[in-house]
Nanobody, 114 residues
Framework: QVQLVESGGGLVQPGGSLGLSCAAS?????MAWYRQAPGKQRELVAS?????EANLSDSVRGRFTISRAKNTVDLRMNALKPEDTAVYYC?????????????WGQGPRVTVSS
């Protein structure tokens, strides 16, 4: 079992910046951040492999960056908009020939409001 410990988030004004960090308790292959806004489905925000290959959703590309050091992933969020308000969940995936396992964090809240 892999535990994910998240930190960061909070309240920020539109146009501001926040950071999120997530540390996995063991080696994982892919780490990602998802978010879920009130009344909406959970969506992928950004992901990064252990080789550092990153992918960002169209809605955050150019404003957010994802980085990784071993089994810690950071999401830097700039130029935040009210529509970025959501609970952000850290996700980690371990893969092997026979299958995969997926883990989730508790989800820090990000609120963008004036």
């Amino acid at each position: 079992q892999v535990q994910l410990v998240e930190s960061g988030g909070g309240l920020v004004q539109p146009g501001g910046s926040l950071g999120l960090s997530c540390a996995a308790s063991a080696a994982v292959d892919v780490m990602a951040w998802y978010r879920q806004a009130p009344g909406k489905q959970r969506e992928l925000v950004a992901s990064i492999t252990r080789r550092g290959e990153a992918n960002l959703s169209d809605s955050v590309r150019g404003r957010f960056t994802i980085s990784r050091a071993k089994n810690t992933v950071d999401l830097r969020m700039n130029a935040l908009k009210p529509e970025d308000t959501a609970v952000y969940y850290c996700n980690a995936v371990r893969q092997w020939i026979e299958g995969r396992a997926e883990y989730w964090g508790q989800g820090p809240r990000v609120t963008v409001s004036s």
